[in-house]
């Protein structure tokens, strides 16, 4: 199969069988998906939307979370991984937030990346779900899936993997294509036991039709 077509079948069949695809991390504000997002860097969806509920309660804006500090941070998020770093990152994030940005999150790559705990990775979940920019962040589930399945060649890298999705997903759906991907990933094509014969794209993966 050729890769046009392949990305055509993909995204048409994602398109009429998933056509609501959102994060699964729970916020209600962008600071608070920025806090959610940097709690979630190798940690569960599931885990981080056990901790945020006391922590956005307790800190509902970039002002209240600037003025505290780490140690009291932590508290909120032990449970979650790397929760020494990631409570220092939260704070020089709301701090930077607040003395260079008015307490608002910026709205571009170059400056997402520059907030402590901003990866590109973060940066492009925020443009995609706050923003509905064309941008693709890849994770984990993303950087296997792609390759898995055929819509990447073996990228050896997420930002080659991004790279390749965003020449061939339609700017307009980049944002809820990342999402396709992550829950297809999540909950089919599983790291270790892709359920191949529950999947509705198996037709055309390169995996599957492999075996």
Known sequence: MREKERYRHIIDWFSVNMPKAETELNYDTPFHLLVAVILSAQCTDKRVNIVTPPLFADFPTPEVMAASNPETIFEYIKSVTFPNNKAKS????????????????????????????????????????????????????????????????????????????????????????????????????????????????????KHYNKK
Do not use: Q
């Open 90 to 205: 939260l704070i020089g994030a709301a701090r930077m937030l607040v003395e260079k940005y008015g307490g608002e999150v910026p709205d571009t790559l170059d400056e997402l990346v520059k907030i402590p705990g901003v990866g590109r990775k973060t940066a492009n979940v925020m443009l995609a779900v706050v923003y509905n920019k064309p941008a693709m962040a890849v994770d984990t589930h993303v950087f296997r899936v792609a390759n898995r399945i055929g819509l990447t060649n073996d990228s050896k890298t997420p930002f080659e993997t991004e790279k390749k999705l965003v020449a061939n997903i339609p700017a307009d759906l980049l944002p809820k294509a990342h999402h396709w991907l992550i829950l297809h990933g999540r909950y089919v094509c599983t790291a270790r036991s892709p359920k191949c014969s529950e999947c509705g794209i198996a037709p055309y993966c």
